[in-house]
């Protein structure tokens, strides 16, 4: 069985999805959630899903070989960045060569980079009055938002939504998208 783990910083909601997915599935499950936020939502969804959730703090991620050990004694095949803030350390990069991968709430490279994530992204778009966005699933590099893409979906954002009404509907691809394509990599 094909071995998934998430990292994760806040609510936990593309988490949950993937947890929930590969629940029953004979293929891939997810074996471990890591966050770097000790308060995260995620902590107490994977709680619930009686998934394996572990947090770790800057030292761990940046400075030592903590959180890398762990993805060693884990062997995952796949490592899922759903919501999860940090830029990747080359260390685990390097030690996972395209197994690391993302997805961001804009049409990369549209609305990418440091400081581009959730509400910002749709704020930005919502100010620019674009007429499309949807959610591009890369792998991750040295760089914010740089890797190769994998998948893009997009949906319309009419000339009345707010930043609200667009993180709803990149809600909506994330939690249909998301899972199929993480399953069509393993």
């Given amino acids: 069985m094909k ?17 929930k997915f590969f629940q029953n599935k004979d293929k891939a499950s997810v074996v471990q959630v890591l966050t770097n936020n000790p308060r995260a939502k995620v902590i107490d969804r ?3 899903l009686q998934t394996s959730c572990l947090s770790f703090n800057r030292t761990a991620f ?3 070989a903590h959180v890398l050990d762990i993805l060693n004694s884990i062997k995952p095949d796949l490592i899922v960045l759903a919501g999860f803030l940090w830029k990747f350390p080359e260390n685990i990069l390097d030690a996972f060569p395209n ?8 049409l990369l490279p549209n609305y990418g980079g440091k400081g581009m994530y959730g509400m910002h992204v749709h704020n930005a778009v919502v100010a620019n009055k674009e007429s499309k966005t949807g959610i591009t699933i890369h792998y991750v590099n040295e760089h914010y938002d740089d890797g190769a893409i994998i998948f893009q979906a ?9 930043a609200q009404d ?9 939690m249909e998208h998301f899972p199929l394509v993480v399953e069509s990599l393993l």
């Fill in 3 to 19: 071995r998934i783990v998430i990292f994760a910083s806040g609510s936990g909601t593309n988490a949950e999805n993937l947890i």
């Fill in 154 to 162: 997009e949906c319309t954002v009419d000339t009345n939504d707010t």
């Fill in 99 to 106: 197994k690391v991968i993302n997805v961001h709430p804009a």
């Fill in 46 to 48: 994977c709680n619930s």
């Fill in 166 to 174: 667009v993180a709803s509907k990149i809600h909506k691809l994330e």
């Fill in 62 to 64: 940046y400075k030592t």
